[in-house]
């Protein structure tokens, strides 16, 4: 029985963290764009389908394709370095998160390039070189990893974690469905 917070938690964190990803991520793409003077056509977060980006014009498709991964790492690590400073308590879910981010964008990237999928193969039709791509991954995956050391206490794991509670455990299914509303209500349906 005292391991079902646990699993709740963990289980609403990695999903919570999967959509809030996609969505810091869309959410660069969508601020290069428009301070390169593209129109937004449409931006997909619906939790059923693959995130994207649409614009009706794009005068700069390289520089709005990098704001998705750039972006999508730097203001992840911005609000967990802003609550570590703060010593807010939950410091340690955006370290989590924040991590999650850096691992699935440079993975995303890196794993992209061989098959050209995703913002993988538009960087690369817009002019970047693949190795700069691998880099981005050889850069953000060890950094992601390097900030989920240590965080297994946090979610009751390893010789020193305390007990997660219910009130943990509730918190993160409130964010991971607070999350998914507000994805399916910006996707429109």
Not at 1 to 9: E, G, H, K, N
Not at 15 to 40: C, D, N, P, R, Y
Not at 56 to 70: R, Y
Not at 130 to 139: E, M, P, Q, R
């Amino acid at each position: 029985m005292r391991q079902i917070p646990q699993f709740v938690l963990i289980a609403t964190m990695i999903a919570a963290s999967w959509f809030l990803m996609q969505g810091v991520h869309e959410s660069g793409h969508v601020l290069a764009g428009l301070a390169t003077g593209g129109k937004i056509a449409c931006v997909v977060l619906h939790p059923l389908s693959i995130s994207r980006t649409d614009f009706k014009d794009n005068p700069n498709p390289l520089l709005a394709c990098w704001g998705g991964p750039i972006l999508g790492v730097l203001l992840p690590l911005l609000a967990w370095a802003i609550s570590a400073a703060m010593h807010h308590r939950c410091a340690a879910w955006l370290r989590f998160f924040a991590g999650f981010c850096l691992i699935a964008n440079g993975s995303y990237l890196a794993i992209g390039v061989k098959d050209g999928i995703g913002d993988a193969g538009d960087l690369i039709r817009h002019g970047s070189p693949a190795w700069l791509l691998y880099l981005f991954g050889a850069v953000a995956i060890p950094a992601g990893l390097w900030l989920w050391n240590g965080l297994g206490k946090e979610f009751g794991i390893g010789p020193q974690a305390a007990p997660v509670t219910w009130n943990a455990a509730g918190l993160s299914t409130l964010v991971l469905l607070a999350t998914l509303t507000i994805a399916i209500l910006i996707t429109g349906s």
